[in-house]
């Protein structure tokens, strides 16, 4: 099991630019997961999918935060224009949504935007 | 009241110590609990699941008090590596609505 996999680890950007975050869930998961984290705020959820429907979104910070997930083995958070305030770590991760199962999260983005 | 609190410490503890962490959370209908690791600069991963009879793993039990809507961690003879932040998780009414306490960072001292 390859486990939550994540791309870019590191993105290093200028004020203004989009930035698209990538995430492969673990198979067979029903359920995805984008959150944000940072020293002031810890662990925020942004948004949620199930069965590649997006659920709840009332994270996202402000609309030029999006999220996709066209299929089941792949999603996307796109920040459009990025600001310095968006530098965070942005993890992705994925569970199955029964048997108690818990979270896997992916190794997380590592965001810096300049 | 918060969703999910933790007392963010930091504990500093001597090697050998047993050390508790509680999590409390407000919504008496939530149905799953798990205590998760995170060391710095890296992913949160799962420690261990807390069922409703309470459940040990190695040096480490966990417990759950649905009266008093609390959860515990509790390391035994802590080691060096223990060092790290133990975020509580708590599941709502739905499986989507997971809910991250803020952490509680454990510093074990040689």
């Known amino acids: 099991d390859a486990g939550v996999i994540q791309s870019p680890r590191h993105e290093v950007t200028e004020m203004g630019q989009e930035v698209t975050l990538r995430c492969k869930p673990i198979s067979g998961h029903d359920y995805l997961f984008w959150y944000r984290q940072t020293m002031m705020r810890g662990l925020e959820l942004l948004i949620y999918?199930?069965?590649?429907?997006?659920?709840?979104d009332s994270g996202m910070p402000e609309d030029r935060f999006s999220a996709k997930m066209p299929n089941a083995s792949f999603s996307t958070l796109k920040i459009q224009p990025s600001e310095p305030r968006d530098s965070a770590v942005y993890f992705c991760a994925s569970r199955r949504g029964r048997d108690n199962s818990p979270l896997h999260f992916g190794n997380g983005t590592r965001l810096t935007v300049t | 009241r918060k969703e999910v609190e933790q007392d963010p410490g930091p504990f500093n503890v001597p090697e050998g110590a047993t050390v508790a962490f509680n999590c409390t959370y407000s919504n008496s209908a939530s149905q799953s609990f798990f205590w998760y690791r995170q060391d710095c600069r890296k992913e949160p991963k799962l420690l261990m699941s807390?069922?409703?009879s309470g459940n040990e793993d190695g040096r480490f039990t966990a417990q759950l008090n649905r009266a008093s809507q609390y959860i515990s961690l509790l390391i035994r003879d802590s080691k060096l590596s223990d060092s790290a932040t133990y975020l509580c998780?708590?599941?709502?009414?739905?499986?989507?609505?997971?809910?991250f306490g803020k952490g509680t960072k454990l510093s074990v001292k040689p």
């Open positions: 807390v069922y409703s």
């Open positions: 998780v708590v599941i709502g009414g739905s499986q989507g609505n997971l809910i």
């Open positions: 999918f199930n069965n590649n429907v997006p659920i709840d």
